[in-house]
């Protein structure tokens, strides 16, 4: 058994808790836990208290001896004992003490001696890893440029055969062909959207050119251009046509053999983009409880030059003020999530909207402009019904110099 093994028999023998047996020796309940747990050795004089009160030998208490019983009978023989401890056994503290010292420090060199070699085998493994990484990065580029190498040597190559065959295909269709070039220019009318005027120029191989005709949808719509020679080349104008950006428009041309032939297409990716919006109303109220209409615009509005919406006077077509744009938090979500276009939501101030003295009737407007600078309006009116506001949309654009919104 261990001293605080010996300490815990007696004092259960006793039946004394370890605060009780503290008070009988003045030291605190946790320094008789340290002795019981083997975590302090008692001093000389708290041991010789120990032994008088367990009534053992102080050898049995520290284990020299498995004698519980004491050989002292009288007071000389004790002090001849305590002489003897003072002189012996103390130094046994010493070395017992100086022991377990000892055998920590050997436990805490054996645990850095295990951290240093740990430490050591992760540094190897790291550096291996790093080299490791290092020669597949050097693989991995010198593989990536011999493959770039190898996908620019591909490319000109059939760049090289794409360019040669090119111009094969177009020397055969110049052989064919009754037309040595071909061309056309599309101007913007102004104040109509996505109307234009087209100005073909043809230059034939051959013989003579009769007629020009521009058609789109199999012939569903056609017209005939006015044309004039001018040195070897036809000049052939169309005066207004409706072009789209998805819409493709063929050019025939009928030559003095009767042979009628497509000389060319215009693509209406060329043309001005489709400007006409998609408008719908929302609703404000104002103190009396009364609808005031907003207008929400549905337009690929990064495609167009500008725009701007405002009120006017329905009368006058003149601008009374420009409406307030909405910022996104405001538009409902029920819209935004119906459409894949972008949105803007414009409004007139309240004051404007509950105005009942006016005499005319009010009118939403959007002026666009594209890219080119000419301008448009869509005008939207506003109608009163019963006190209330609403919105009733006219089915076309007007001519912009027909409003005053300078």
């Not at 008789?32 to 367990?54: C, H, N, R, T």
């Not at 104040?191 to 005709?213: A, C, E, M, Q, R």
């Not at 006190?387 to 089915?395: I, N, Q, R």
Request: proline share 2%; charged share 30%; aromatic share 12%.
């Amino acid at each position: 058994m261990t001293i605080g093994e010996r300490i815990i028999k007696k004092r259960k023998e006793l039946n004394l808790t370890q605060e009780a047996l503290g008070n009988e020796l003045n030291v605190s309940r946790q320094a008789v836990y340290k002795w019981e747990s083997d975590g302090a050795i008692p001093d000389l004089d708290k041991m010789i208290q120990l032994s008088k009160m367990f009534d053992v030998s102080i050898e049995w208490l520290l284990g020299l001896s498995e004698n519980e019983k004491s050989n002292y009978n009288s007071e000389e023989l004790e002090n001849e004992m305590y002489a003897n401890i003072k002189n012996n056994i103390y130094e046994d503290f010493e070395k017992i003490i100086s022991e377990h010292a000892n055998e920590q420090t050997k436990y805490y060199r054996k645990i850095e001696r295990d951290n240093n070699h740990i430490k050591n085998i992760v540094g190897v493994i790291l550096g291996l890893l790093v080299g490791a990484m290092v020669v597949i990065c050097l693989w991995a580029n010198f593989k990536i440029s011999s493959l770039e190498q190898s996908i620019s040597k591909i490319e000109n190559s059939a760049i090289g055969t794409i360019d040669e065959f090119k111009e094969q295909m177009k020397k055969a269709n110049m052989e064919n062909e009754k037309v040595l070039d071909f061309s056309y220019e599309l101007e913007p009318i102004s104040g109509y959207p996505n109307h234009y005027k087209v100005t073909v120029k043809i230059l034939p191989k051959s013989g003579s050119i009769v007629d020009v005709l521009l058609s789109r949808d199999n012939g569903n719509y056609s017209f005939e251009g006015n044309y004039e020679i001018k040195g070897n080349y036809y000049n052939v104008v169309f005066d207004d046509v409706t072009i789209f950006e998805d819409s493709e428009w063929s050019v025939t041309a009928e030559f003095d053999d009767a042979q009628n032939e497509i000389v060319g297409t215009i693509n209406g990716e060329d043309a001005l983009l489709s400007m006409y919006p998609d408008m719908s109303t929302g609703f404000d109220y104002d103190n009396n409880e009364r609808k005031l209409p907003y207008l929400i615009a549905e337009w690929e509005f990064n495609k167009i030059g500008s725009y701007k919406v405002g009120v006017f006077d329905s009368k006058t077509n003149k601008l009374i003020e420009w409406c307030e744009e909405l910022d996104e938090s405001e538009v409902p979500h029920d819209i935004m999530e119906k459409s894949n276009s972008d949105i803007r939501c414009f409004r007139a101030s309240k004051k404007v909207l509950s105005n009942s003295n006016r005499k005319n009737k009010l009118i939403y407007a959007a002026v666009v402009k594209d890219s080119y600078g000419y301008a448009w309006v869509y005008p939207f009116y506003v109608w009163e019904e019963e006190g209330e506001k609403s919105l009733s949309t006219l089915e076309t654009y007007q001519n912009v110099s027909e409003w005053d919104y300078e």
